[in-house]
Structures are given as structure tokens and as C-alpha cells.
T-cell receptor
Framework: ETGVTQSPTHLIKTRGQQVTLRCSSQ?????VSWYQQALGQGPQFIFQ???????GRGNFPPRFSGLQFPNYSSELNVNALELDDSALYLC??????????????FGPGTRLTVT | DQQVKQNSPSLSVQEGRISILNCDYT??????FLWYKKYPAEGPTFLIS?????DKNEDGRFTVFLNKSAKHLSLHIVPSQPGDSAVYFC??????????FGAGTQVVVTP
């Protein structure tokens, strides 16, 4: 069990550009969730994927999109970057049961700065 | 709209004393509550949770209390240790599984 990893650690982009963030879930975890944590705030739910299908979405615009792959990796894509997109992006994996106690394991995050 | 609120951004406590962290929520559909701990440069790690059918859950030095009528929960850490210095997030979810987090409380345990 290697834990949840994310890449890159840090990233600087210019407003209007596009970015792809990557996450590698724990083996056997069918669900991945993405969160945005702005400075001084708690993580905000972006969306969740279960077995490669989107399984729910928070209050984020369509320019935030994702993919989940059969090898337990996933991506968060953000188009037309805005300054307010600067944040720590966290992914979390879980087994994918309907039990709310299904623990989510978080990666260390990717720090995105938009200038 | 912020459905989970942690109104104390920071807490300083002496080693060996009790730390009490508070959390309020507004959504009556939440049925499961969790506390996460976060160190710098690491992702949040699960600490303790409580179902809405209970009013207390204990795990070693950590106890979570839930007051459903007041829509309030608290985390008690006793005794506090230097390694407990971290940011603590309260989170809540309905049966759907999406976590909603509070803004966090920075705990500093002093010798």
C-alpha cells in the first residue's frame, strides 16, 4: 500500500492557461474525490469519480473537469485559469462503498499559483 | 454557503491540558461527522468520527461529542501533546459521501 500521491507538488500558471493535475489513488480504491483549498479555508468539494464515472459535483464551473482511469490514477483539468483558482488541490481516494464511514485518504496536494 | 463552521481560527494550549475544538453546522441532513488533522505539506488525515445516532465517540485521547439539537460538535484532546500541534478540520457528510469542511482551527501545544 503506497498511499495517495499527487503531482506536481507546485505549479505556476498564467491566467487563461489550462492545467492538468494528477493523482494516484491507493490500489483497490474505486472512488476519487477532488477538493480545492484556498488560503485560510477548508477544502471545498469539486467532484467525485467512481469507477471512471463522475459521481457528484460541487459548486464549481464546467471548466473544472476530471478523468479517472482503470489503473487508479486520475486527473483534474482546469481550463481558462483565473486568479481565484490559486489554491491547494487535494485528491482523496476511498473504497467506494455507500457507507459514509468509508474513509477518504488524502494526498499531499498540488499548490497551484495563477499569475 | 458555509454549512460547516469553525469559528476559532486558532487555539493555544499547554502540554498536558485539555484542548477543546468546536464546530457548528447548519444542514440537518448531515448524518456523519469527522475530524481531520493536517500537518504542513501533508494531506489531511482522518482522526475520529461520529454518526448522528450517537452523541459521543472516544478513541484514546480523542473524544468527539455531538449535540444534534444544537447542531454542534466538539473534539476534546486530553492530555494535549506537542505532536498534536496541527490544523484540525471538522467535516460533515450526508449519506451521499461528499465531505464538507470547516475552515479549520490551528492548534499550538506549548511546553
Amino acid at each position: 500500500e503506497t498511499g495517495v500521491t499527487q503531482s506536481p507538488t507546485h505549479l505556476i500558471k498564467t491566467r487563461g492557461q489550462q492545467v492538468t493535475l494528477r493523482c494516484s489513488s491507493q490500489s483497490g480504491h474505486n472512488t476519487v474525490s477532488w477538493y480545492q483549498q484556498a488560503l485560510g479555508q477548508g477544502p471545498q468539494f469539486i467532484f467525485q469519480y467512481y469507477r471512471e464515472e463522475e459521481n457528484g459535483r460541487g459548486n464549481f464551473p464546467p471548466r473544472f473537469s476530471g478523468l479517472q482511469f482503470p489503473n487508479y490514477s486520475s486527473e483534474l483539468n482546469v481550463n481558462a485559469l483565473e486568479l481565484d483558482d490559486s489554491a491547494l488541490y487535494l485528491c482523496a481516494s476511498s473504497l467506494g462503498t455507500t457507507d459514509p464511514a468509508d474513509e477518504q485518504y488524502f494526498g499531499p496536494g498540488t499548490r497551484l499559483t495563477v499569475t | 454557503d458555509q454549512q460547516v463552521k469553525q469559528n476559532s481560527p486558532s487555539l493555544s494550549v499547554q502540554e498536558g491540558r485539555i484542548s477543546i475544538l468546536n464546530c457548528d453546522y447548519t444542514n440537518s441532513m448531515f448524518d456523519y461527522f469527522l475530524w481531520y488533522k493536517k500537518y504542513p505539506a501533508e494531506g489531511p488525515t482522518f482522526l475520529i468520527s461520529i454518526s448522528s445516532i450517537k452523541d459521543k465517540n472516544e478513541d484514546g485521547r480523542f473524544t468527539v461529542f455531538l449535540n444534534k439539537s444544537a447542531k454542534h460538535l466538539s473534539l476534546h484532546i486530553v492530555p494535549s501533546q506537542p505532536g498534536d500541534s496541527a490544523v484540525y478540520f471538522c467535516a460533515a457528510t450526508d449519506s451521499w459521501g461528499k465531505l464538507q469542511f470547516g475552515a479549520g482551527t490551528q492548534v499550538v501545544v506549548t511546553p
